[in-house]
């Protein structure tokens, strides 16, 4: 076996996937809730010379400069889910009122060139970024950011570190030296010269503690709050209407893609650190047990095309997948591999990327819901009126999203081909979206059982008040339909005097009536207590003496 630390990894790219919740965006007072229109603020947000663009769609552009590469991505997928990716065609759009081209928005920066990665054994390497991208979806309030950086020639075991330490939005703790611990020792942001436009700060530890002090949450480091302007950390002093808060683990989802001169090779252990994403060999590591690498393989590795025995460049392919990352390895400079275009290196950067993104989204979409329901529900104090009006508000929208989200976002099939299909069902599994999706929808469905049985209730308690009313009224509508209007023969007297007869007759009969509907509850149980045929009309008289002499005490105490 080759030692790791003498391993290269000929050709080496990182896809970070980063989902964030946007938060609601300030509305109009009586205004309906909209979600998930931000892009539409980001759009008027940036200028010409900002480095963040809309990147428009490979359909936005000429049909004759479509490539077989976006041809054999958009195939990848079934009817539903390239609606959801693309959109709908022009046929079925029409023009109408909706989420437009497609359900995606994207925005690219374009300034940052390379990332810089400072190594806690003072090195450092350079990266190439291949794009950051900014992806909003249509009325559900997630931004993903997709980072892509790549390099040549790089040892494993500085790709394992970076796998490792890169992707973390700040640090989970500090080692004994007070530098930041599983993180890089510094990452910058460089431009098109090597200049500096942002550097991170994981050593900085009084600004993490102070702002998790302030504000009960933690702050993102520096180079990321910068990468992600003019979107600011919504428990922040910042400025800015396009607000974010953490939904996951500081640590960020990731794909990974390595080839090899010869990836047989390599041992069991390195698969496993490359596929749970663990931390290079540190020498005094305690070794792995067989069992360790057994589970490792029957649950996160995908073999299709990985058969050691053989060693051949056919089957020197395999896919690792634990729902936190997944990784591609394979050998380098093999056509089916490697190729750009129809190879696997093409597939990673397309479909794969797709397919992982689509499941995070699942995820935190659901993740979500599920704290707006939380949030929705210790907010609810149910003596006050206004505030159960307010939940019911707030739950009634989240019920609307939640079945849109359903309709348009969730499905459990992505691909009729093989692969894809099996790469994605990995991903759920382990990302636990099936079990998530139906936690929520009972949640969702429990409080909306909640809200119907409060609605019969309140109309039950209306329609009680309004018999008791109405039987109150029985008798005066029955005496008066029986005389008629002959009783009194007003027909002769003056119009003033019949006017005055009116409203003595109106105002004390609407002050009845409305004395009778402010004390209904109280008249409803004594008709109901009345109608009790089991006692007799005694012992219920001395039950309601009883009862009035308590009430009679209890207002003299008040």
């Not at 109408?96 to 060139?113: E, K, N, T, V, W």
């Not at 002499?549 to 209890?554: F, I, L, M, V």
Request: glycine share 6%.
């Amino acid at each position: 076996m080759a030692d790791a630390a003498e391993t290269i990894v000929r050709h080496f790219r990182q896809i970070l996937i980063w989902p964030l919740q946007l938060m609601p965006l300030p509305q109009p007072v009586g205004a309906g809730a909209v979600m998930g229109r931000h892009w539409e603020l980001m759009k008027e947000l940036v200028a010409e010379d900002s480095p963040w663009q809309m990147r428009p769609s490979v359909f936005d552009m000429d049909p004759m400069a479509f490539q077989e590469r976006h041809y054999r991505e958009f195939v990848t997928f079934l009817p539903y889910v390239q609606r959801f990716l693309y959109g709908e065609g022009v046929a079925e759009s029409g023009g109408a009122d909706g989420y437009g081209g497609s359900p995606l928005h994207a925005f690219r920066r374009h300034d940052i060139c390379a990332v810089r990665m400072h190594y806690k054994d003072g090195t450092r390497q350079d990266f190439k970024v291949a794009h950051i991208d900014l992806y909003f979806f249509y009325d559900i309030d997630i931004v993903i950011l997709a980072f892509e950086i790549l390099a040549d020639n790089v040892p494993l075991s500085r790709v394992q570190d970076t796998l490792f330490r890169f992707g973390r939005a700040f640090p989970a703790q500090w080692d004994e030296d007070k530098t930041a611990a599983s993180c890089l020792q510094q990452v910058k942001w460089l431009d098109a010269q090597g200049g500096v436009i942002a550097a991170s700060d994981y050593n900085d530890k009084s600004k993490f503690l102070s702002h998790v002090g302030e504000f009960r949450a933690a702050p993102m480091a520096h180079h990321w709050d910068a990468l992600l302007r003019p979107l600011v950390l919504h428990h922040s002093t910042e400025l800015g209407e396009l607000r974010y808060r953490q939904i996951e683990y500081h640590r960020m989802p990731l794909m990974a893609y390595l080839a090899f001169d010869d990836p047989f090779d390599l041992s069991d252990e390195d698969f496993y650190r490359l596929g749970m994403v663990t931390r290079p060999s540190q020498g005094g590591d305690l070794p792995y047990t067989a069992k360790v690498f057994q589970e490792f393989e029957a649950n996160c590795c995908y073999d299709r095309f990985w058969v050691p025995e053989r060693r051949h460049d056919s089957s020197s392919t395999r896919m690792m997948c634990d729902g936190h990352a997944f990784v591609l390895i394979g050998k380098h400079g093999h056509r089916f591999f490697s190729d750009p275009y129809t190879g696997a290196l093409g597939q990673f950067r397309h479909q794969y990327f797709l397919l992982m993104m689509i499941a995070h989204f699942h995820k935190a979409a659901l993740l979500i819901f599920s704290d707006r329901l939380a949030v929705a529900l210790s907010r609810l104090q149910i003596g006050d009126v206004s505030s159960a009006r307010r939940f019911k508000r707030g739950i009634r929208v989240l019920q609307e999203v939640f079945l849109r989200f359903t309709q348009r976002y969730w499905f459990s099939e992505i691909s009729n081909q093989v692969v894809a299909d099996q790469m994605f069902h990995m991903a759920r599994r382990h990302l636990g979206t099936e079990a998530l999706f139906a936690e929520v929808r009972e949640s969702i469905h429990s409080m909306s059982q909640y809200l119907e049985n409060d609605d019969l209730r309140r109309q039950a308690d209306t329609v009680v008040r309004l018999t008791v009313v109405t039987i109150l009224g029985l008798v005066g509508t029955t005496v008066t339909g029986f005389l008629g209007m002959n009783l009194f023969d007003l027909s002769h007297d003056a119009s003033w005097l019949r006017l005055w007869y009116f409203f003595a007759t109106f105002i004390p009969i609407s002050g009845l009536t409305f004395y009778s509907l402010l004390k209904s509850r109280m008249l409803s149980e004594f008709l109901d207590f009345m109608s009790d045929d089991r006692m007799s009309f005694l012992d219920k008289l001395m039950v309601i003496k009883l009862e009035w002499r308590k009430k009679r005490q209890a207002r003299n105490k008040l």
